[in-house]
Each structure stands twice: as structure tokens, then as C-alpha cells.
């Protein structure tokens, strides 16, 4: 029992968070992934998207054809174009052309469009009316996400009339906080159905970041909120802390940035031997691996329309028809970088590992030697 005890006490010694930083970041980042997935990818930014300069490669492809020759996608394809270049009010005179020319055709299409261009542009109430004629003609449509960017830009109209600051809430504590309150109460959802209602918000809101802006401190936030999953034990604390540092990255305002921290700070105060530091660390690696995808597919890009190619055809051919990418931090992607653990944390771990023993080997024999030596 003495062996046993002292065991302990010197492996303790040697792993007081070296061994937590091996264990959090594989297992229980995995499982929050596995509950949430693509998250993590959307807040670090390591997802397939399109360069500047492939949207306007879009607009002069489209517009090339005469006008006579054009499909109402053509003028949806410039028009979102225009919007994902931060040109929003051409983006709204585009739809606005589209759906003058076929009033007809693509309706649905063309409300939801419309919607989200005024949004970009800070018409809020203006987009909210075309996001709820969508609904009206298609609620399924894109999954459903509609329904949750109506939620969005409604809680954001109230959130605002209170105060234009952010964070849109300061909330921190047990209990569905922010976003997710908003969403549970205008859904009116069950206490047996709250989950998945959750679930389905997250869902819609991270098809706002891969198909809108994933860079968006509002749609970090509300992400966060509902990552944390009303606190039972399907919570995403360690996603929801990297949103809300994400979105912190993501303001101008000091204040701004200085709540979002302690939006995080708080967060991961309930997630046991973690700190902030740590997940920020890990963070800024994952967002260094999504930034060398997106300049890949810039080079990639830029090199298909030098060589006056099809961009859309090439990039579905190596970045679409291609297996998925890898992100989990058992898998190296081409660069040799392993995500969710630094190599300074694993050669950490592995020291950490081998010293831990070798003392532990060492006291044992020390222990021996007395245990004999009194027999």
C-alpha cells in the first residue's frame, strides 16, 4: 500500500497539466466535434472557400455572355459575387435585375439572396422581410437555415435597440445564455426536444459562416452561445470558449474584445484543469493551418485564371470531388502539422512521460532497498 501511495504522489508531481493538455485536446475536443461538427474548422478558419480574386474572375465569366444567353443563376452567381466581395449594394441591384428580368424563375433563390444582401449592408429590417418571403416558399430549403438567420437578425434588431455594443450579451453562468435563450424561447421548444433544437441552430448558424462570413463576430458569438447546449452533458465548452476568442480576434472596439475574452474566460472556467492559455495557443495554431489552406487555394486560383482555365471546373475537381479534408488531431495533413496538439505539446507530453518514470523507478528501488534492509 506504501509502494502504491508513493506511486502516485511522484506520478502526480511530474503530471499536474502536462498530461491533462495530452488527454483534453485529443479526447474531449474529439467528442464536442463529433456533437458539433465542423465547428472547430469554421472558427479556426480551415475550410474549402474561394479567393477575391475567383469572384471576380465570376463576374467577368458570367457577365461575358450575352445577355440573351444568360440563366438567372448567371445573374445570382454575380450577384453573390459582388456581396462576398464586401460590394453589397451592387450585390442588391443585381438580385433586384434578376428578379425584374424572370419574376418568375428562382424565386426562392432570389428572396433569400436579396435578404441576405440587406443584412450585409445593415438593412436589417429590409432583409428580414425577404428572409421570411424565402421561408414562406421554402422552409426546407438549405436545411432549414433560414429559419435560424430570421432568429439571428430578430435577436440581433432586439439586442441592438438595447445597446449597439458588443458582445450582443454578457451573460455568462448556468443556464441557456444569449442566442440560445432567444432561440429555445421563440421556438418554444419541449424541455425533451431542447437539444436538438440547439443542435439544429448550430447547424444553421455555421451554414451562415461557410456560406456568408465565417469571420463575422456576431455569428462567432451566437455560435458560442449555442455550443455551450444549455450546460447538460452534451456541452461544448472548450468549441464555445474558441468562438468566443475567435470572435474577440474579430473587433475593433478594445471593449469589444476585453467582454469576448471574459465571455471565455468564464467558459472554460467550467472545464476542469484547462486554461484560457491553453486553448488560445491551440487556437492560434488552428487558425495558422487555415490560413495555409487559403493561400494554397489563392495560388491555386490565381495560376487557373493566368492560365485562362476554367476556375469552376478546377476547383471542383481538386477541392470538391477530392476526399474530405482532414482536421482531427489524429490525422497530419501535408505540412506534418497535427491538429488539436502542438509538437511542443507532445514532445512536452512524451518528456513529461519518460522523466515521470524514470523518478517513479527510481524512488521504487530507493524502497526496496529500505524494505530489505528492515527485514
Given at each position: 500500500?506504501?509502494?502504491?501511495?508513493?506511486?502516485?504522489?511522484?506520478?502526480?508531481?511530474?503530471?499536474?497539466?502536462?498530461?491533462?493538455?495530452?488527454?483534453?485536446?485529443?479526447?474531449?475536443?474529439?467528442?464536442?466535434?463529433?456533437?458539433?461538427?465542423?465547428?472547430?474548422?469554421?472558427?479556426?478558419?480551415?475550410?474549402?472557400?474561394?479567393?477575391?480574386?475567383?469572384?471576380?474572375?465570376?463576374?467577368?465569366?458570367?457577365?461575358?455572355?450575352?445577355a440573351n444567353q444568360?440563366?438567372?443563376?448567371?445573374?445570382?452567381?454575380?450577384?453573390?459575387?459582388?456581396?462576398?466581395?464586401?460590394?453589397?449594394?451592387?450585390?442588391?441591384?443585381?438580385?433586384?435585375?434578376?428578379?425584374?428580368?424572370?419574376?418568375?424563375?428562382?424565386?426562392?433563390?432570389?428572396?433569400?439572396?436579396?435578404?441576405?444582401?440587406?443584412?450585409?449592408?445593415?438593412?436589417?429590417?429590409?432583409?428580414?422581410?425577404?428572409?421570411?418571403?424565402?421561408?414562406?416558399?421554402?422552409?426546407?430549403?438549405?436545411?432549414?437555415?433560414?429559419?435560424?438567420?430570421?432568429?439571428?437578425?430578430?435577436?440581433?434588431?432586439?439586442?441592438?435597440?438595447?445597446?449597439?455594443?458588443?458582445?450582443?450579451?454578457?451573460?455568462?453562468?448556468?443556464?441557456?445564455?444569449?442566442?440560445?435563450?432567444?432561440?429555445?424561447?421563440?421556438?418554444?421548444?419541449?424541455?425533451?426536444?431542447?437539444?436538438?433544437?440547439?443542435?439544429?441552430?448550430?447547424?444553421?448558424?455555421?451554414?451562415?459562416?461557410?456560406?456568408?462570413?465565417?469571420?463575422?463576430?456576431?455569428?462567432?458569438?451566437?455560435?458560442?452561445?449555442?455550443?455551450?447546449?444549455?450546460?447538460?452533458?452534451?456541452?461544448?465548452?472548450?468549441?464555445?470558449?474558441?468562438?468566443?476568442?475567435?470572435?474577440?480576434?474579430?473587433?475593433?472596439?478594445?471593449?469589444?474584445?476585453?467582454?469576448?475574452?471574459?465571455?471565455?474566460?468564464?467558459?472554460?472556467?467550467?472545464?476542469?484543469?484547462?486554461?484560457?492559455?491553453?486553448?488560445?495557443?491551440?487556437?492560434f495554431q488552428e487558425?495558422?493551418?487555415?490560413?495555409?489552406?487559403?493561400?494554397?487555394?489563392?495560388?491555386?486560383?490565381?495560376?487557373?485564371?493566368?492560365?485562362?482555365?476554367?476556375?469552376?471546373?478546377?476547383?471542383?475537381?481538386?477541392?470538391?470531388?477530392?476526399?474530405?479534408?482532414?482536421?482531427?488531431?489524429?490525422?497530419?495533413?501535408?505540412?506534418?502539422?497535427?491538429?488539436?496538439?502542438?509538437?511542443?505539446?507532445?514532445?512536452?507530453?512524451?518528456?513529461?512521460?519518460?522523466?515521470?518514470?524514470?523518478?517513479?523507478?527510481?524512488?521504487?528501488?530507493?524502497?526496496?532497498?529500505?524494505?530489505?534492509?528492515?527485514?
Amino acid at each position: 500500500m506504501r509502494k502504491f501511495v508513493l506511486f502516485v504522489a511522484v506520478f502526480s508531481a511530474f503530471f499536474p497539466r502536462q498530461l491533462s493538455a495530452c488527454l483534453w485536446d485529443y479526447d474531449t475536443l474529439a467528442m464536442e466535434r463529433e456533437l458539433f461538427p465542423g465547428a472547430n474548422e469554421l472558427i479556426a478558419g480551415y475550410f474549402v472557400r474561394h479567393s477575391d480574386a475567383y469572384y471576380e474572375w465570376r463576374i467577368a465569366d458570367r457577365m461575358a455572355k450575352p445577355a440573351n444567353q444568360q440563366l438567372p443563376s448567371d445573374l445570382d452567381d454575380v450577384a453573390v459575387a459582388h456581396d462576398k466581395l464586401g460590394n453589397h449594394d451592387k450585390a442588391i441591384e443585381t438580385i433586384l435585375e434578376k428578379m425584374e428580368r424572370w419574376p418568375n424563375q428562382g424565386r426562392y433563390e432570389s428572396e433569400a439572396n436579396l435578404g441576405t444582401f440587406y443584412i450585409h449592408a445593415g438593412r436589417l429590417e429590409e432583409g428580414l422581410k425577404h428572409i421570411r418571403s424565402a421561408i414562406a416558399i421554402n422552409s426546407d430549403a438549405h436545411f432549414g437555415r433560414e429559419i435560424y438567420q430570421q432568429l439571428l437578425v430578430e435577436y440581433l434588431i432586439e439586442r441592438q435597440s438595447e445597446s449597439p455594443q458588443l458582445p450582443l450579451s454578457t451573460s455568462v453562468g448556468e443556464g441557456p445564455l444569449g442566442f440560445t435563450a432567444f432561440v429555445l424561447e421563440s421556438r418554444k421548444a419541449a424541455e425533451d426536444v431542447r437539444l436538438e433544437e440547439i443542435q439544429a441552430a448550430a447547424r444553421g448558424v455555421m451554414g451562415m459562416m461557410r456560406f456568408g462570413n465565417a469571420d463575422s463576430p456576431v455569428l462567432l458569438e451566437a455560435l458560442g452561445d449555442l455550443l455551450l447546449a444549455d450546460f447538460s452533458n452534451d456541452d461544448a465548452k472548450m468549441l464555445a470558449t474558441r468562438a468566443y476568442l475567435r470572435a474577440s480576434m474579430k473587433v475593433d472596439d478594445p471593449d469589444a474584445t476585453v467582454a469576448y475574452r471574459d465571455k471565455a474566460e468564464a467558459t472554460i472556467s467550467m472545464q476542469k484543469d484547462v486554461e484560457l492559455e491553453q486553448v488560445e495557443e491551440l487556437l492560434f495554431q488552428e487558425i495558422e493551418k487555415g490560413n495555409n489552406l487559403f493561400i494554397r487555394i489563392s495560388a491555386d486560383e490565381a495560376a487557373w485564371i493566368a492560365a485562362d482555365m476554367d476556375v469552376d471546373v478546377e476547383f471542383r475537381k481538386k477541392y470538391l470531388d477530392a476526399p474530405p479534408l482532414s482536421y482531427g488531431p489524429e490525422e497530419d495533413d501535408e505540412e506534418g502539422w497535427v491538429s488539436g496538439l502542438s509538437t511542443t505539446g507532445v514532445v512536452a507530453c512524451i518528456f513529461s512521460l519518460v522523466a515521470g518514470l524514470s523518478a517513479i523507478a527510481v524512488v521504487a528501488r530507493k524502497q526496496s532497498r529500505r524494505d530489505r534492509s528492515l527485514s
